[in-house]
C-alpha cells in the first residue's frame, strides 16, 4: 500500500520536476514548483518525517512562493527571450547532470541503508526529536545560522532601505497620534469690517 | 537530560559569544543614534573588537580543546590566527572612518556587518566540523558582500558586488557539493572522524574521496582567489568603495587560510598527495598569471588585486609542501601578506579625499615631494611585497621557498622565483612614481592623527619584523606544533 | 479489508464534519445579513420563508440560503477573454480546498476528531497558509487590473499576518507544551481561568485580530475594497465559481473561530468547571459548549463588520510589522520564563 503510494507521489513529483524546466509561462513553472514541493512533503510524510512535511508546505508553499510569485506575476516576463538558448545550453546541462548522476551513483555505493530504516520507527514523535537534536547536539551550528538569517536581514535592509528628503510618503505613527488641538485652532477674535 | 555542551564550553566560546551579543547590542544602539552621536558606533565597534582580543588571549590553550560536540576546536594556530583577525579588522576600522564619512556611507550598518562577518571568521578559524566550516564561510561572505554594495549610488560597487555574489555562491555551493561527497563516503561532518575514516578506508572509496576533494579545493580556490578561479578579484577590488577592499583584501583570506589548513590539513591529511598536485597547479598559475598582467595595470587597486593573486600562490607553496615547517612557512606568509595589503590599500585611503580617489598609479607621482615620510612607508611596503630582503615579505618568500626544496619541488621553487622577479618590476615601478617623477598634485595629506600614527606604525613593523623575523617565525612553528 | 473498512469509516468521518459545515456556512451567511441589518435597523431577508412547515413560519427569510444557491448554480460561468481557463476554473477550489482540509485534525469533543495527529498545529498552519493561493491566482488568470490589484493586496496581508498569528500559536504551543489541539485544550482543564487566553491575553489579542485580518474581514478588507476596486480579487467571477470563493471565506471564518476556541478558550471545556455550577451543567453534552463558544467569535466577526471602518493599506501592513510582530516576540519570551518558572497555575 505504502508502495503503491510512494510510487504515486514519486511520478508526480517528477511530472512536476519536469514541467517546472520546460513549460513556456513562468507562471505555471512556479506552480508546478509548488507541485512539486507538494509531492515531496507527501513523501516525506511516509517515510514518518511529518515535521519536515508540514514545515516544507508551511515555509516554501506558504511563503517563499507566495513571495516568488508576487515577483513573476508583477514582472512582464518575456516569455520567447526566456526561451532562448535553451537548446544551445542543453548539451552542456545534460553533460553536468550525468557528471552529478556518476558522483551520486559513485558515493552512495558506501551508503549503510538497513541502519536509515530502523530509526524511522521511533515511538517519540519525530517534532520532538528534532527539537532536541536542535537544542542539545546542533546547538552550536544553529546558533550559527541564526546569526547569518540576521546579518541577511540586515543586509536586505540596508541595500533596499533609502529614505530620499524628496520621497513623500505617510507616517502612519504620527496619523494616529494626531490630536485635535494639532489641527485646528480657535481663534477668538473681532470680527472684521466690510471695507 | 544530556545538553550535548558543558558548561566550561560557554568559557571556551566566550569569545564568540561575546563578540555575537555586542554586534546585536550595537545594531540596537545604532538605531536610535542621532546622527551626530554616529561616531559612538564606531567607538563600540572598536571596543568590542579589544574586548575580543582579550578574551581570545584569556582563553589561549594551552593544549588543544574541543568543545560543543567537538564541533569547535580551540588551538594555538587557532587562536594565533584569532589575534590577528581581530587586529587586523581594528586597523581596517581605523583606516576606513574618515574615508567613509566623507562619501556619506559612514553607517551603523558597515562596524555591524563588520562584525558579523569577523565572527563568521572566528567561526571559520575553530571549526573543527564541515557544518560549521561552511555555516562560518557563509556568516562572512553574506556580510562581505552586503559591505561591497552599500555604496548604492556608485554603478562600479554594484557591479562588483553582483560579480562578487554569484561567483561567491558559485564557490560556496562548490565547496558544499565536495563536502556532501565527503559526508557520504565517510557517513561523518566531524574532521577528525573523517580523517580517521580515511586513513583506514579501502582503496576503491579513494575515487569518490578525490571527486569530493576536486569540489573542495576548487571551492577554497575559489575564496583565496587562486587561477583559474580568480575572476572576481580584481573587479571586485576595483568596484569596491577603497575601505571595502581594505576589508576583503586582508582578514577574510586569513579565514580562507584557516579552513584550508582545517579541511586539507586536518581532515584530509591522508590524502595528500592527491592534493599537492592540485595545489602546485594552482600555485603556479596564480604566479604566473598574478604577476605578469599586474604589469599592465593603471589603476593600483586592481594591480593590488593582481598582485594578491601572486601571494596567494606563494602561499599554496607552503601548504603543499605537506609538513609541518611548510604549514608554519604558508601561516608566516599570510600574517605579511595581511600586514602588507593592510598597509598598501592604507596608503590609498590616506590619499584619498572629498571627490578624489587616488587610485590610479598616476596618483602616486612625486608622493616624495608632497610627503616624503608617507612616501618612504610606502617604500617599505612596496620593497616587502616584492620580497626586498631584510624586509618582512623577503623572508616569507624564503621561508615558504625553502620548504618548497626541502620538499624536493626545486623546480617550483626556480620558477617561483622568476615569477618573483617579475612581479618586482611593478612594485619598483610606484617607487619610481614617488621618487623620480613630478607631481601634479600639490594638495597637502590630511588624515586624522589617529590614522597617520598607525599606518606608520603599520610601515615600521614590516621594517622592524624584517630585521627580526625568527620571532614570528618560531611563533608560527610552535602553534603548529600544538596542532600536529 | 481492514483497509478498506479504515478507509470507509474515514470517509463518513469527514462526509460528518464536512455536511455540518457546509450547511453552517450557509446560514452564517443568512445570520450576517440579518445581524447586520439589525444592527443598522433593517430588516434583513425576508421573503423567502418555510410556509409550508408549521414550525417555521414566523422565521422569516429562513429560506434565503437555499434561494441563493440555487440561484447561483444555475447562473452562467461568464470566463473573460484571455483568461487562463483551467486556472481560471481552479482557483476557487484551490481556495476552498484547504479551509476543509483544515477541519480534519479539529477535535469537537474529546476523541471527536478526523486525524488525531500529533503535528496538528503545524498541520493547521500549513493549510491556513496554503490557501492564499487561490486568492494570487484568481487575482492572475482573470487577465483584470482590479482583480491582479486585489490578489497583490491580499496576499501581502495574509503573508504579513500570518507571521504575527503563527508567532501567537508558538506561544500556545510553549504553554501547552505539545502541538497536538486535544493536549492543547486539555492542557487548559480546571476552570474559566485556567484557559490561556488570560496568560496569553496578549497573544489572544493578537490572534484574534490577525484572524480577523487573514479572512480578509471588514476593517481589513482592503481586498475587495469595494469603493476602490469593485470587489477585488473575486471581481470576474460569478455563478457557482464566485459561490465556492464565498463558501471559502465563511468556512475560513468558522475555522478561525474554533482554532480561537481551542487554543485560547479551552475547546469543548465547560465554563463551569470548578465552580459550584458544575454539577448543575453536568448533563450538557461537550460539544454544545464548543459550538456555543465558535458561534461568540462568528458572531464577534459580523460585529466588526456592522461597526468599523475600513483600514487604509499602510495602516494595515503598519500594525501588522510593526506593532503586532514586537508584541509577539515579547510575550514568547514572558511564556517561555513562566513555563520555566512552572508559573501556577497554568504552567505546573
Known amino acids: 500500500m505504502i508502495k503503491i503510494l510512494f510510487y504515486f507521489f514519486a511520478l508526480i513529483l517528477i511530472f512536476a520536476a519536469t514541467r517546472v524546466v520546460t513549460v513556456r509561462n513562468p507562471v505555471h513553472a512556479a506552480l508546478f514548483l509548488i507541485l512539486a514541493f507538494f509531492s515531496s512533503a507527501a513523501v516525506w510524510l511516509l517515510l514518518h518525517a511529518e515535521f519536515l512535511a508540514i514545515a516544507l508546505i508551511l515555509v516554501y508553499v506558504g511563503a517563499v512562493m507566495v513571495l516568488f510569485l508576487f515577483v513573476i506575476m508583477m514582472l512582464d516576463v518575456n516569455l520567447v527571450r526566456l526561451r532562448e538558448g535553451f537548446t544551445r545550453y542543453l548539451p552542456v546541462g545534460i553533460l553536468v547532470s550525468a557528471l552529478i548522476l556518476l558522483q551520486m551513483v559513485l558515493v552512495l555505493r558506501y551508503w549503510n541503508t538497513t541502519e536509515v530504516i530502523a530509526t524511522t520507527m521511533v515511538e517519540i514523535p519525530n517534532t520532538t526529536l528534532l527539537g532536541m537534536a536542535l537544542y542539545t547536539t546542533y546547538l552550536y551550528p544553529f546558533e550559527i545560522a541564526a546569526a547569518i538569517l540576521l546579518v541577511a536581514m540586515i543586509a536586505a535592509i540596508t541595500l533596499t532601505m533609502r529614505a530620499r528628503r524628496s520621497n513623500k510618503y505617510q507616517k502612519p505613527e504620527q496619523q494616529v497620534n494626531v490630536r485635535r488641538a494639532d489641527r485646528v485652532r480657535l481663534v477668538k477674535m473681532l470680527p472684521e469690517s466690510r471695507d | 537530560m544530556n545538553l550535548g555542551f558543558e558548561s566550561t564550553d560557554i568559557i571556551t566560546l566566550l569569545p564568540e559569544i561575546f563578540l555575537l551579543t555586542m554586534a546585536c547590542f550595537i545594531l540596537v544602539v545604532d538605531v536610535y543614534l542621532p546622527e551626530k552621536l554616529r561616531h559612538l558606533t564606531y567607538q563600540l565597534a572598536q571596543g568590542t573588537l579589544v574586548g575580543t582580543l582579550l578574551l581570545v588571549i584569556s582563553i589561549y590553550p594551552s593544549s588543544l580543546t574541543l568543545a560543543m560536540d567537538n564541533m569547535f576546536i580551540n588551538d594555538a594556530m587557532g587562536a594565533l590566527l584569532k589575534l590577528v583577525i581581530l587586529a587586523i579588522v581594528f586597523v581596517v576600522f581605523l583606516y576606513s572612518r574618515s574615508y567613509l564619512q566623507v562619501r556619506n556611507i559612514l553607517k551603523g550598518e558597515y562596524f555591524v556587518l563588520g562584525l558579523f562577518a569577523t565572527l563568521g571568521m572566528l567561526i571559520m578559524v575553530s571549526a573543527h566540523n564541515l557544518l560549521i566550516i561552511y555555516l562560518g564561510l557563509e556568516l562572512m561572505s553574506l556580510s562581505l558582500y552586503a559591505m561591497v554594495a552599500m555604496h548604492r549610488d556608485s554603478a562600479q560597487a554594484a557591479e562588483a558586488a553582483m560579480k562578487y555574489f554569484i561567483l561567491g555562491a558559485l564557490a560556496s555551493g562548490m565547496l558544499l557539493y565536495g563536502m556532501s561527497i565527503l559526508y557520504g563516503v565517510t557517513g561523518n561532518l566531524d574532521l577528525a572522524a573523517i580523517a580517521t575514516n580515511i586513513s583506514d578506508a579501502d582503496s576503491n572509496k579513494h575515487t569518490a574521496l578525490v571527486f569530493g576533494l576536486v569540489f573542495i579545493v576548487i571551492g577554497l580556490a575559489f575564496k583565496l582567489g587562486a587561477v583559474p578561479f580568480h575572476m572576481w578579484i580584481p573587479d571586485v577590488y576595483q568596484g569596491a568603495p577603497t575601505a571595502i577592499t581594505l576589508f576583503i583584501s586582508s582578514a577574510p583570506k586569513i579565514a580562507a587560510f584557516a579552513i584550508l589548513m582545517r579541511l586539507l590539513v586536518d581532515g584530509l591529511s591522508s590524502l595528500y598527495v592527491d592534493w599537492q598536485g592540485m595545489l602546485i597547479l594552482l600555485s603556479i598559475l596564480s604566479m604566473a598569471t598574478g604577476n605578469i598582467i599586474a604589469i599592465a595595470q593603471t589603476n593600483i587597486k586592481r594591480m593590488f588585486a593582481y598582485s594578491t593573486i601572486s601571494h596567494v600562490g606563494f602561499l599554496m607553496l607552503g601548504v603543499l609542501s605537506a609538513n609541518q615547517a611548510g604549514y608554519a612557512a604558508s601561516l608566516f606568509y599570510i600574517i605579511t601578506y595581511s600586514l602588507m595589503g ?104 590630511e588624515a586624522n592623527m589617529d590614522m597617520k600614527i598607525t599606518l606608520s606604525i603599520n610601515g615600521l613593523i614590516i621594517l622592524f619584523l624584517g630585521l627580526m623575523p625568527d620571532m614570528l617565525m618560531a611563533k608560527c612553528l610552535k602553534v603548529l606544533q600544538v596542532l600536529i | 479489508m481492514e483497509t478498506l473498512i479504515y478507509l470507509g469509516i474515514t470517509l463518513l468521518k469527514i462526509v460528518a464534519v464536512i455536511i455540518p459545515l457546509l450547511a453552517a456556512v450557509a446560514y452564517f451567511t443568512l445570520a450576517e445579513r440579518k445581524i447586520i441589518g439589525f444592527m443598522q435597523i433593517r430588516i434583513g431577508p425576508h421573503r423567502v420563508n418555510f410556509d409550508i412547515i408549521p414550525g417555521l413560519r414566523h422565521l422569516r427569510g429562513f429560506g434565503q440560503p437555499i434561494a441563493d444557491s440555487i440561484k447561483l448554480m444555475f447562473k452562467e460561468i461568464i470566463i473573460p477573454t484571455n483568461a487562463n481557463r483551467f486556472l481560471f476554473v481552479f482557483a476557487p477550489v484551490l481556495s476552498l480546498a484547504p479551509a476543509l482540509a483544515a477541519w480534519a485534525v479539529i477535535p469537537f469533543a474529546e476523541g471527536w476528531v478526523v486525524a488525531d495527529i500529533n503535528a496538528g498545529l503545524l498541520y493547521i498552519l500549513a493549510m491556513t497558509s496554503v490557501g492564499v493561493y487561490g486568492i494570487i491566482i484568481a487575482g492572475w488568470a482573470s487577465n483584470s487590473k482590479y482583480a491582479f490589484l486585489g490578489a497583490m493586496r491580499s496576499a501581502a496581508q495574509i503573508v504579513s499576518y500570518e507571521i504575527a498569528m503563527g508567532f501567537a500559536l508558538v506561544g500556545v504551543l510553549m504553554a501547552a507544551g505539545s502541538l497536538n489541539l486535544s493536549d492543547i485544550v486539555l492542557a487548559q482543564q480546571g476552570s474559566v481561568l485556567h484557559w490561556y487566553w488570560l496568560p496569553l491575553f496578549p497573544l489572544f489579542a493578537i490572534y484574534y485580530i490577525s484572524s480577523v485580518a487573514e479572512t480578509n474581514r471588514a476593517p481589513f478588507d482592503v481586498a475587495e475594497g469595494e469603493s476602490e476596486i469593485v470587489a477585488g480579487f473575486h471581481v470576474e467571477y460569478s455563478g457557482m465559481l464566485f459561490a465556492v470563493f464565498f463558501l471559502a471565506e465563511y468556512a475560513n471564518i468558522i475555522l478561525v473561530s474554533a482554532l480561537a476556541v481551542l487554543m485560547f478558550c479551552g475547546g469543548w471545556l465547560s465554563p463551569f468547571e470548578g465552580t459550584f455550577l458544575q454539577p448543575l451543567f453536568a448533563w450538557v453534552p461537550n460539544i454544545f459548549w464548543f459550538l456555543a463558544k465558535v458561534s461568540v467569535f462568528m458572531f464577534s466577526f459580523l460585529w466588526l463588520r456592522a461597526t468599523f471602518p475600513r483600514y487604509r493599506y499602510d495602516q494595515i501592513m503598519r500594525l501588522g510589522w510593526k506593532v503586532f510582530i514586537p508584541i509577539t516576540i515579547v510575550w514568547i519570551v514572558v511564556v517561555g520564563i513562566a513555563v520555566l518558572a512552572k508559573l501556577p497555575p497554568w504552567f505546573v
Not at chain 2, 353 to 375: H, I, M, Q, T
Not at chain 2, 381 to 405: D, E, R, T, Y
Not at chain 2, 435 to 441: G, T
Open chain 2, 342 to 445: 593592510l598597509g598598501g590599500f592604507g596608503m590609498i585611503l590616506l590619499l584619498s579625499r572629498v571627490g578624489f580617489e587616488a587610485e590610479n598609479l598616476d596618483d602616486f607621482k612625486g608622493l616624495n615631494e608632497r610627503s616624503p615620510w608617507y612616501a618612504f612607508i610606502m617604500l617599505i611596503l612596496m620593497l616587502s611585497m616584492a620580497g626586498v630582503p631584510p624586509l618582512l615579505g623577503f623572508w616569507a618568500k624564503w621561508s615558504v621557498l625553502n620548504q618548497v626544496i626541502q620538499a624536493g619541488f626545486i623546480w617550483l621553487a626556480v620558477l617561483a622565483v622568476l615569477f618573483a622577479v617579475i612581479g618586482a618590476f611593478y612594485y619598483l615601478r610606484i617607487i619610481k612614481l614617488m621618487y623620480f617623477d613630478k607631481s601634479e598634485d600639490r594638495t597637502p595629506i
